[in-house]
Protein backbone atom coordinates (compact mmCIF):
# COMPACT_ATOMS: atom_id res chain seq x y z
CA UNK A 1 0.00 0.00 0.00
CA UNK A 2 2.98 2.12 1.30
CA UNK A 3 4.52 1.64 -2.04
CA UNK A 4 1.46 2.25 -4.67
CA UNK A 5 1.45 5.79 -2.45
CA UNK A 6 4.77 6.88 -3.36
CA UNK A 7 4.36 5.64 -7.05
CA UNK A 8 1.47 7.73 -7.34
CA UNK A 9 3.50 10.81 -5.80
CA UNK A 10 6.39 9.98 -7.26
CA UNK A 11 4.59 10.37 -10.92
CA UNK A 12 2.75 12.97 -9.52
CA UNK A 13 5.97 15.35 -9.02
CA UNK A 14 7.16 14.05 -12.86
CA UNK A 15 3.72 15.81 -13.72
CA UNK A 16 4.48 18.76 -12.34
CA UNK A 17 8.21 19.16 -14.00
CA UNK A 18 7.00 17.84 -17.04
CA UNK A 19 3.76 20.54 -16.97
CA UNK A 20 6.72 23.01 -16.48
CA UNK A 21 8.84 21.62 -19.28
CA UNK A 22 5.66 22.25 -21.44
CA UNK A 23 5.19 25.70 -20.64
CA UNK A 24 9.03 26.76 -21.74
CA UNK A 25 8.43 24.92 -24.47
CA UNK A 26 5.15 26.66 -25.43
CA UNK A 27 6.90 29.98 -24.76
CA UNK A 28 9.65 29.35 -26.59
CA UNK A 29 7.22 27.65 -29.76
CA UNK A 30 9.20 24.58 -29.59
CA UNK A 31 8.07 21.69 -30.80
CA UNK A 32 9.16 18.47 -29.20
CA UNK A 33 8.99 14.46 -29.73
CA UNK A 34 9.85 12.18 -27.05
CA UNK A 35 10.97 9.23 -29.65
CA UNK A 36 10.89 5.25 -27.92
CA UNK A 37 11.41 1.91 -28.98
CA UNK A 38 12.63 -1.24 -27.78
CA UNK A 39 16.81 -1.23 -27.97
CA UNK A 40 18.11 -1.18 -31.26
CA UNK A 41 15.02 -0.58 -33.18
CA UNK A 42 17.13 2.10 -34.78
CA UNK A 43 16.06 5.37 -32.92
CA UNK A 44 19.17 7.31 -33.40
CA UNK A 45 19.93 6.17 -37.01
CA UNK A 46 16.84 7.37 -37.33
CA UNK A 47 17.53 10.65 -35.77
CA UNK A 48 20.77 10.33 -37.86
CA UNK A 49 18.44 10.65 -41.31
CA UNK A 50 15.94 13.11 -40.18
CA UNK A 51 19.14 15.72 -39.49
CA UNK A 52 20.21 15.45 -42.20
CA UNK A 53 17.44 16.11 -44.01
CA UNK A 54 16.15 19.59 -42.19
CA UNK A 55 19.80 20.65 -41.99
CA UNK A 56 19.43 24.05 -43.48
CA UNK A 57 15.58 24.27 -42.33
CA UNK A 58 14.77 23.84 -39.00
CA UNK A 59 16.76 24.77 -35.84
CA UNK A 60 17.33 21.55 -33.66
CA UNK A 61 18.59 20.56 -30.53
CA UNK A 62 19.03 16.98 -29.36
CA UNK A 63 18.87 15.09 -25.71
CA UNK A 64 20.23 11.65 -25.52
CA UNK A 65 18.79 9.08 -22.82
CA UNK A 66 20.73 6.25 -22.36
CA UNK A 67 21.65 4.11 -19.40
CA UNK A 68 25.11 3.77 -19.55
CA UNK A 69 27.57 5.83 -22.62
CA UNK A 70 27.43 8.89 -24.55
CA UNK A 71 27.40 7.17 -27.93
CA UNK A 72 24.74 7.70 -29.24
CA UNK A 73 24.76 11.73 -28.50
CA UNK A 74 28.47 11.16 -30.33
CA UNK A 75 26.76 10.07 -33.50
CA UNK A 76 24.11 12.99 -33.53
CA UNK A 77 27.00 15.47 -32.30
CA UNK A 78 28.70 14.59 -35.58
CA UNK A 79 25.74 16.01 -37.60
CA UNK A 80 26.64 19.41 -35.97
CA UNK A 81 23.69 19.66 -33.95
CA UNK A 82 23.71 20.62 -30.01
CA UNK A 83 23.09 17.74 -28.14
CA UNK A 84 22.94 17.00 -24.74
CA UNK A 85 23.28 13.57 -22.79
CA UNK A 86 21.70 12.18 -19.92
CA UNK A 87 23.24 8.71 -18.55
CA UNK A 88 20.24 7.10 -16.08
CA UNK A 89 22.94 5.15 -14.97
CA UNK A 90 21.02 2.10 -14.58
CA UNK A 91 17.65 3.56 -14.46
CA UNK A 92 15.13 2.19 -17.32
CA UNK A 93 13.66 5.32 -18.59
CA UNK A 94 13.92 9.57 -18.48
CA UNK A 95 12.15 11.64 -16.16
CA UNK A 96 10.70 15.01 -16.84
CA UNK A 97 13.46 16.61 -14.05
CA UNK A 98 16.09 14.79 -15.72
CA UNK A 99 15.03 16.51 -18.94
CA UNK A 100 14.87 19.78 -17.21
CA UNK A 101 17.98 19.93 -16.28
CA UNK A 102 19.02 18.54 -19.26
CA UNK A 103 17.35 22.05 -20.56
CA UNK A 104 20.17 24.49 -18.89
CA UNK A 105 22.69 23.47 -21.56
CA UNK A 106 20.13 24.78 -24.71
CA UNK A 107 19.59 27.64 -25.88
CA UNK A 108 16.09 26.96 -26.07
CA UNK A 109 15.49 30.81 -27.46
CA UNK A 110 16.79 29.28 -30.72
CA UNK A 111 15.43 26.26 -31.19
CA UNK A 112 12.52 25.43 -33.44
CA UNK A 113 12.47 21.27 -33.21
CA UNK A 114 13.45 19.55 -29.77
CA UNK A 115 13.96 15.60 -30.37
CA UNK A 116 14.38 13.73 -26.63
CA UNK A 117 15.49 10.07 -27.18
CA UNK A 118 14.49 8.16 -24.83
CA UNK A 119 16.32 4.65 -22.88
CA UNK A 120 15.73 1.44 -25.12
CA UNK A 121 12.89 0.05 -23.54
CA UNK A 122 8.92 -0.60 -24.94
CA UNK A 123 7.63 -0.62 -21.27
CA UNK A 124 8.70 2.44 -18.75
CA UNK A 125 8.87 5.35 -21.02
CA UNK A 126 5.27 5.15 -21.67
CA UNK A 127 3.96 6.47 -18.34
CA UNK A 128 6.28 9.52 -18.01
CA UNK A 129 5.48 12.46 -19.30
CA UNK A 130 8.14 14.98 -20.21
CA UNK A 131 6.23 17.86 -21.41
CA UNK A 132 6.75 16.80 -25.04
CA UNK A 133 4.26 17.70 -27.57
CA UNK A 134 4.27 13.81 -28.90
CA UNK A 135 5.07 10.76 -28.54
CA UNK A 136 6.99 9.00 -31.34
CA UNK A 137 7.29 4.92 -30.84
CA UNK A 138 9.53 3.08 -33.48
CA UNK A 139 8.72 -0.37 -34.26
CA UNK A 140 11.28 -2.00 -36.14
CA UNK A 141 10.04 -5.31 -38.51
CA UNK A 142 12.61 -7.24 -37.22
CA UNK A 143 10.54 -7.78 -34.02
CA UNK A 144 7.68 -9.20 -36.05
CA UNK A 145 4.05 -7.89 -36.06
CA UNK A 146 2.71 -8.58 -32.42
CA UNK A 147 4.45 -6.22 -30.45
CA UNK A 148 1.62 -3.30 -30.49
CA UNK A 149 -0.36 -6.39 -28.76
CA UNK A 150 1.84 -7.19 -26.21
CA UNK A 151 3.27 -3.72 -25.16
CA UNK A 152 0.19 -2.10 -25.78
CA UNK A 153 0.21 1.25 -23.43
CA UNK A 154 3.32 2.22 -25.31
CA UNK A 155 1.35 2.20 -28.43
CA UNK A 156 -1.62 3.70 -26.87
CA UNK A 157 0.17 6.82 -25.54
CA UNK A 158 2.11 7.90 -28.59
CA UNK A 159 0.68 9.67 -31.72
CA UNK A 160 3.44 8.34 -34.62
CA UNK A 161 4.26 4.86 -34.95
CA UNK A 162 6.95 4.90 -37.44
CA UNK A 163 7.63 1.57 -38.98
CA UNK A 164 11.63 1.37 -39.42
CA UNK A 165 13.88 -1.46 -41.49
CA UNK A 166 11.56 -2.08 -43.95
CA UNK A 167 14.32 -3.10 -46.10
CA UNK A 168 14.65 -5.83 -43.91
CA UNK A 169 10.51 -7.03 -44.67
CA UNK A 170 11.90 -9.67 -47.56
CA UNK A 171 14.18 -11.43 -44.72
CA UNK A 172 12.35 -11.29 -41.42
CA UNK A 173 9.05 -13.02 -40.03
CA UNK A 174 6.68 -9.53 -40.23
CA UNK A 175 3.71 -8.91 -41.87
CA UNK A 176 3.42 -5.01 -42.21
CA UNK A 177 -0.16 -5.08 -43.04
CA UNK A 178 -0.55 -7.26 -39.96
CA UNK A 179 1.72 -4.58 -38.15
CA UNK A 180 -0.38 -2.00 -38.93
CA UNK A 181 -3.43 -3.32 -38.15
CA UNK A 182 -2.33 -4.54 -34.57
CA UNK A 183 -1.19 -1.04 -33.84
CA UNK A 184 -4.35 0.60 -35.16
CA UNK A 185 -6.21 -1.73 -32.96
CA UNK A 186 -4.60 -0.49 -30.00
CA UNK A 187 -4.47 3.01 -31.21
CA UNK A 188 -6.95 4.02 -33.53
CA UNK A 189 -5.32 7.77 -33.86
CA UNK A 190 -1.88 6.58 -34.81
CA UNK A 191 -0.20 8.16 -37.90
CA UNK A 192 2.21 5.79 -39.61
CA UNK A 193 5.72 6.05 -41.58
CA UNK A 194 7.01 3.41 -43.35
CA UNK A 195 11.41 3.94 -43.39
CA UNK A 196 14.51 2.47 -43.88
CA UNK A 197 17.74 4.30 -42.74
CA UNK A 198 19.25 2.38 -45.14
CA UNK A 199 17.58 2.67 -48.42
CA UNK A 200 16.18 6.34 -47.38
CA UNK A 201 12.84 5.29 -48.21
CA UNK A 202 10.41 7.32 -46.46
CA UNK A 203 13.01 9.75 -44.73
CA UNK A 204 11.60 12.93 -46.65
CA UNK A 205 7.68 12.28 -46.21
CA UNK A 206 8.43 11.50 -42.09
CA UNK A 207 10.92 14.64 -42.27
CA UNK A 208 8.69 16.89 -44.14
CA UNK A 209 5.69 16.01 -41.97
CA UNK A 210 8.06 16.90 -38.95
CA UNK A 211 8.58 19.72 -40.20
CA UNK A 212 5.00 21.38 -40.93
CA UNK A 213 4.93 20.48 -37.35
CA UNK A 214 7.57 23.12 -36.30
CA UNK A 215 6.80 26.82 -36.30
CA UNK A 216 9.68 27.19 -39.41
CA UNK A 217 7.14 25.89 -41.67
CA UNK B 1 14.50 9.09 0.33
CA UNK B 2 11.82 7.02 1.26
CA UNK B 3 11.51 5.57 -2.11
CA UNK B 4 14.54 4.32 -1.87
CA UNK B 5 13.85 2.81 1.89
CA UNK B 6 10.99 0.91 0.34
CA UNK B 7 12.61 0.05 -3.19
CA UNK B 8 15.00 -2.15 -0.99
CA UNK B 9 12.26 -3.47 0.54
CA UNK B 10 10.42 -4.60 -2.63
CA UNK B 11 14.07 -6.52 -3.51
CA UNK B 12 14.42 -8.20 -0.36
CA UNK B 13 11.19 -9.65 -0.22
CA UNK B 14 12.08 -10.62 -3.67
CA UNK B 15 14.97 -12.28 -2.87
CA UNK B 16 13.84 -13.89 -0.11
CA UNK B 17 10.89 -15.76 -2.06
CA UNK B 18 13.21 -15.94 -5.26
CA UNK B 19 15.21 -17.93 -2.24
CA UNK B 20 12.40 -20.51 -1.86
CA UNK B 21 11.99 -21.13 -5.39
CA UNK B 22 15.80 -21.84 -5.53
CA UNK B 23 15.40 -24.24 -2.92
CA UNK B 24 12.18 -25.86 -4.48
CA UNK B 25 13.89 -26.32 -8.22
CA UNK B 26 17.23 -28.04 -6.53
CA UNK B 27 14.72 -30.14 -4.06
CA UNK B 28 13.18 -31.43 -7.44
CA UNK B 29 16.40 -31.45 -9.56
CA UNK B 30 15.13 -28.63 -11.75
CA UNK B 31 17.91 -26.77 -13.74
CA UNK B 32 15.62 -22.96 -14.60
CA UNK B 33 17.10 -20.09 -17.06
CA UNK B 34 15.69 -16.73 -16.76
CA UNK B 35 15.43 -16.22 -20.80
CA UNK B 36 16.19 -12.05 -20.87
CA UNK B 37 16.05 -10.34 -24.07
CA UNK B 38 15.04 -6.88 -25.56
CA UNK B 39 11.37 -6.90 -27.54
CA UNK B 40 11.81 -8.84 -30.57
CA UNK B 41 14.89 -10.18 -29.99
CA UNK B 42 13.45 -14.14 -30.83
CA UNK B 43 12.94 -15.52 -26.80
CA UNK B 44 9.69 -17.20 -28.04
CA UNK B 45 11.32 -18.33 -31.39
CA UNK B 46 14.75 -19.86 -29.49
CA UNK B 47 12.60 -21.60 -27.49
CA UNK B 48 10.48 -23.13 -29.88
CA UNK B 49 13.80 -24.51 -31.55
CA UNK B 50 15.06 -25.41 -28.39
CA UNK B 51 12.35 -27.53 -27.45
CA UNK B 52 11.87 -29.08 -30.96
CA UNK B 53 15.71 -30.24 -30.59
CA UNK B 54 15.20 -31.26 -26.86
CA UNK B 55 11.98 -33.13 -27.39
CA UNK B 56 12.16 -36.70 -25.37
CA UNK B 57 15.26 -35.97 -24.58
CA UNK B 58 14.55 -33.55 -21.18
CA UNK B 59 11.25 -33.20 -19.46
CA UNK B 60 10.74 -29.41 -19.70
CA UNK B 61 7.91 -27.14 -18.81
CA UNK B 62 7.88 -23.42 -19.54
CA UNK B 63 6.58 -20.10 -17.59
CA UNK B 64 5.72 -17.14 -19.88
CA UNK B 65 5.97 -13.63 -18.70
CA UNK B 66 3.98 -10.47 -20.83
CA UNK B 67 3.02 -7.31 -20.54
CA UNK B 68 -0.29 -8.50 -22.10
CA UNK B 69 -1.92 -11.54 -24.31
CA UNK B 70 -0.81 -15.15 -24.20
CA UNK B 71 0.68 -14.99 -27.75
CA UNK B 72 3.53 -16.61 -26.61
CA UNK B 73 2.17 -19.18 -24.79
CA UNK B 74 -0.18 -20.59 -27.25
CA UNK B 75 3.11 -20.15 -29.67
CA UNK B 76 5.00 -22.63 -26.91
CA UNK B 77 1.83 -24.92 -26.29
CA UNK B 78 1.44 -26.06 -29.95
CA UNK B 79 4.80 -27.93 -29.01
CA UNK B 80 3.08 -29.85 -26.41
CA UNK B 81 5.08 -28.74 -23.57
CA UNK B 82 3.22 -26.96 -19.98
CA UNK B 83 2.94 -23.39 -20.34
CA UNK B 84 1.92 -21.36 -17.56
CA UNK B 85 1.18 -17.52 -18.75
CA UNK B 86 2.04 -14.73 -16.68
CA UNK B 87 0.56 -11.26 -17.80
CA UNK B 88 1.94 -8.67 -16.02
CA UNK B 89 -0.51 -5.82 -16.90
CA UNK B 90 1.91 -3.55 -17.47
CA UNK B 91 4.48 -4.35 -15.12
CA UNK B 92 8.34 -3.78 -17.08
CA UNK B 93 9.53 -7.28 -15.40
CA UNK B 94 9.32 -10.71 -13.71
CA UNK B 95 9.35 -10.77 -9.85
CA UNK B 96 10.00 -14.13 -7.75
CA UNK B 97 6.07 -14.19 -6.19
CA UNK B 98 4.67 -14.26 -9.83
CA UNK B 99 6.78 -17.36 -10.68
CA UNK B 100 6.26 -19.05 -7.44
CA UNK B 101 2.29 -18.43 -8.00
CA UNK B 102 2.69 -20.00 -11.30
CA UNK B 103 4.72 -23.00 -10.06
CA UNK B 104 1.56 -24.31 -8.32
CA UNK B 105 0.57 -24.96 -12.11
CA UNK B 106 3.46 -26.79 -13.03
CA UNK B 107 4.18 -30.31 -11.66
CA UNK B 108 7.55 -29.72 -10.76
CA UNK B 109 8.34 -33.49 -9.67
CA UNK B 110 8.47 -34.05 -13.79
CA UNK B 111 10.65 -31.33 -14.55
CA UNK B 112 14.53 -31.42 -15.78
CA UNK B 113 14.43 -27.93 -17.46
CA UNK B 114 12.13 -24.97 -16.78
CA UNK B 115 12.46 -21.94 -18.89
CA UNK B 116 11.37 -18.84 -17.61
CA UNK B 117 10.68 -16.26 -20.17
CA UNK B 118 10.81 -12.92 -19.30
CA UNK B 119 8.99 -9.50 -20.00
CA UNK B 120 10.74 -8.14 -23.04
CA UNK B 121 13.37 -5.37 -21.58
CA UNK B 122 16.74 -5.36 -21.65
CA UNK B 123 16.60 -2.80 -18.31
CA UNK B 124 14.14 -3.95 -15.26
CA UNK B 125 14.39 -7.58 -15.35
CA UNK B 126 18.47 -7.37 -14.76
CA UNK B 127 17.66 -6.54 -10.91
CA UNK B 128 15.24 -9.25 -10.06
CA UNK B 129 15.95 -12.45 -8.81
CA UNK B 130 13.43 -14.97 -9.79
CA UNK B 131 15.67 -18.43 -8.12
CA UNK B 132 17.31 -19.47 -11.96
CA UNK B 133 20.06 -21.58 -12.03
CA UNK B 134 21.35 -18.90 -14.52
CA UNK B 135 20.04 -15.62 -16.98
CA UNK B 136 20.34 -16.32 -20.18
CA UNK B 137 20.37 -13.40 -22.72
CA UNK B 138 19.80 -13.08 -26.36
CA UNK B 139 21.07 -10.04 -28.42
CA UNK B 140 20.02 -9.74 -31.82
CA UNK B 141 22.08 -8.76 -34.77
CA UNK B 142 19.17 -6.38 -35.73
CA UNK B 143 20.01 -4.38 -32.80
CA UNK B 144 23.67 -3.69 -33.24
CA UNK B 145 26.94 -4.39 -31.83
CA UNK B 146 26.63 -1.57 -29.32
CA UNK B 147 23.99 -3.02 -26.88
CA UNK B 148 26.31 -4.61 -24.43
CA UNK B 149 28.03 -1.16 -23.65
CA UNK B 150 24.30 0.81 -23.60
CA UNK B 151 22.36 -1.53 -21.02
CA UNK B 152 25.52 -2.95 -18.97
CA UNK B 153 23.36 -4.57 -16.03
CA UNK B 154 21.95 -7.63 -18.06
CA UNK B 155 25.05 -8.42 -19.78
CA UNK B 156 26.75 -8.47 -16.19
CA UNK B 157 23.98 -10.42 -14.08
CA UNK B 158 23.94 -13.13 -16.90
CA UNK B 159 26.07 -16.25 -17.65
CA UNK B 160 25.32 -17.46 -21.38
CA UNK B 161 24.95 -14.87 -24.31
CA UNK B 162 23.42 -16.03 -27.31
CA UNK B 163 23.75 -14.20 -30.24
CA UNK B 164 20.37 -14.58 -32.30
CA UNK B 165 19.70 -13.74 -35.94
CA UNK B 166 22.93 -14.07 -37.41
CA UNK B 167 21.87 -15.30 -40.93
CA UNK B 168 20.59 -11.39 -40.95
CA UNK B 169 24.24 -10.49 -40.82
CA UNK B 170 24.78 -9.52 -44.40
CA UNK B 171 21.71 -7.20 -44.34
CA UNK B 172 22.45 -5.44 -41.08
CA UNK B 173 25.07 -2.76 -39.54
CA UNK B 174 26.38 -5.60 -37.03
CA UNK B 175 30.04 -7.03 -36.57
CA UNK B 176 30.02 -9.59 -34.97
CA UNK B 177 33.38 -9.92 -33.55
CA UNK B 178 33.15 -6.61 -32.27
CA UNK B 179 29.40 -7.72 -30.29
CA UNK B 180 31.17 -10.35 -28.50
CA UNK B 181 34.09 -7.87 -27.34
CA UNK B 182 31.88 -5.53 -26.10
CA UNK B 183 30.08 -8.17 -24.32
CA UNK B 184 32.69 -9.82 -22.62
CA UNK B 185 34.35 -6.34 -21.92
CA UNK B 186 30.89 -5.93 -19.40
CA UNK B 187 31.68 -9.68 -18.51
CA UNK B 188 34.17 -12.11 -19.25
CA UNK B 189 32.50 -14.99 -18.08
CA UNK B 190 29.90 -15.10 -20.72
CA UNK B 191 29.73 -18.55 -22.47
CA UNK B 192 28.55 -17.38 -26.05
CA UNK B 193 26.42 -18.94 -28.62
CA UNK B 194 25.40 -17.93 -31.87
CA UNK B 195 21.62 -19.04 -33.00
CA UNK B 196 19.62 -18.54 -36.39
CA UNK B 197 16.18 -19.82 -35.77
CA UNK B 198 14.86 -19.23 -39.23
CA UNK B 199 17.99 -21.52 -40.69
CA UNK B 200 18.63 -23.89 -37.46
CA UNK B 201 22.05 -22.93 -37.03
CA UNK B 202 23.68 -22.98 -33.77
CA UNK B 203 20.44 -24.12 -31.87
CA UNK B 204 21.95 -28.31 -32.04
CA UNK B 205 25.09 -26.32 -30.25
CA UNK B 206 22.86 -24.63 -27.57
CA UNK B 207 20.34 -27.40 -26.57
CA UNK B 208 23.17 -29.87 -26.09
CA UNK B 209 24.95 -27.66 -24.12
CA UNK B 210 21.33 -26.44 -22.24
CA UNK B 211 20.97 -30.40 -21.84
CA UNK B 212 24.16 -31.13 -20.61
CA UNK B 213 22.92 -28.78 -17.36
CA UNK B 214 20.08 -31.28 -16.60
CA UNK B 215 20.16 -34.38 -14.54
CA UNK B 216 18.98 -36.12 -17.96
CA UNK B 217 22.64 -35.71 -19.60
Redesign the interface.
Known sequence: M??VT?ERK?LQKNDEIAQQNRELFQKNGIFVINLVS???SGKTSLLERTLEHLKGKVRIAVVEG????D??AQRVAKLGVPVVQIVTN?G?HLEAKLVQDALSNIDVANVDLLVIEN??????PAGYDLGESMKVVIA?T???D??P?????MFRNASVLIIN?T??VP???CNLGELKKNALQINANLRVFETSC?TGAGIPEWSEWLRGKTKRT
Open positions: AVIVSPGDVQTLDGCVGNLVCSTEGDKLKYPAKDLYVNT
